[in-house]
């Protein structure tokens, strides 16, 4: 059994306000706000897929991935049990807070909340962008990707591929970083998994990636981003690996989103690679806006 597509993600942050301009003005996804200040955002026919959650802390909540039936995800369960896992099922709270049908969770490698879910809903009004845009590529390739600190790099990667079902796409070494990247459907990579360097620590977040449906969104956004003087981790460019051309916001909690358009897709004939540079150009390193966690 295995995991077949990134489903949600929750943050816990401190400025809520900065967050509502990326996700709202610059990324054009549709605000649901919720109790106590928590809002979540929309980008497709599910109900939502991030979840922010404002205190006094940075901090990654929780990374929700999916399963393809009831039955997987039961099947799914009982195997992380056997493996020394303390498997949570959820509460009736929860499962209406990730607006999903059943899931259950666990504490992952470098202590990342783990969550495996089943049926997220199809929200019956249609996605109604905050901005013109084309949309998402999600659907059966879910949210885009996600990409983990870890004190123990090696052992993370192996309890993804033998735990929950994911690949090696290919590896990526250049300066200090050893990232390997990994999937679960035809993205290229759903996650990637680094050593702790660039300000990211082990069970940190480095960035969120989401997928604009047309290349002009994402120009678009950057022109949005540069009005609003909103800081840039990395300036737009093409990826060696996935061929993603993107650009990379800095946000207030240390972490980035990656917004671009046109990666390549895994097919039965993938070949995995290693490379020795992340760009085939682009994606120049601007000064952080904030300090490392």
């Known amino acids: 059994m295995s ?4 489903g949600y993600v929750g943050l816990n942050v401190r400025d809520i306000a900065t967050v509502k301009t990326i996700f709202g003005r610059v990324l054009g996804m549709q605000a649901r706000p919720g109790g106590d200040g928590t809002i979540s955002y929309r980008m497709d026919a ?7 959650v404002p205190g006094n802390s940075d901090s990654l909540a929780y990374v929700g991935w999916e399963t393809d039936s009831l039955e997987a995800l039961q099947r799914l369960a009982e195997t992380i049990g056997r493996q020394g896992h303390a498997v949570r099922p959820a509460t009736a709270q929860e499962k209406a807070e990730r607006a999903v049908l059943d899931m259950f969770w666990f504490d992952g490698p470098d202590g990342v909340r783990t969550e495996i879910a089943f049926g997220g809903i199809e929200d019956a009004e249609p996605f109604a962008p905050a901005r013109t845009i084309s949309g998402f590529r999600t659907e059966e390739q879910g949210l885009g990707h996600v990409v983990l600190g870890s004190a123990d790099a090696d052992a993370t990667v192996k309890f993804y591929r033998d735990s929950l079902g994911f690949s090696v796409s290919d590896y990526i070494h250049w300066d200090v970083c050893r990232a390997t990247f990994l999937h679960c459907n ?25 997928q604009a449906n047309a290349m ?7 022109d949005i981003v540069r009005d609003l003087g909103i800081p840039v981790v990395l300036t737009l460019g093409k990826h060696s690996n996935d061929h993603m051309t993107s650009f990379y916001i800095q946000t207030p909690g240390g972490w980035a989103i990656e917004y671009g358009h046109g990666a390549r897709e895994i097919d039965n004939d993938w070949d995995v690679k ?13 000064s952080p806006a904030v300090p490392p966690r």
């Open 3 to 6: 995991v077949r597509k990134l």
């Open 274 to 286: 290693y490379y020795d540079s992340p760009r085939l150009w682009g994606h120049h390193l601007q």
């Open 216 to 222: 002009d969104d994402v120009g678009r956004a950057y």
């Open 186 to 210: 035809a993205r290229h990579h759903s996650l990637a998994v680094m050593n702790p360097v660039y300000g990211t620590a082990a069970g940190q977040l480095n960035h969120v990636m989401v």
């Open 46 to 52: 599910r109900h939502h897929r991030f979840t922010f």
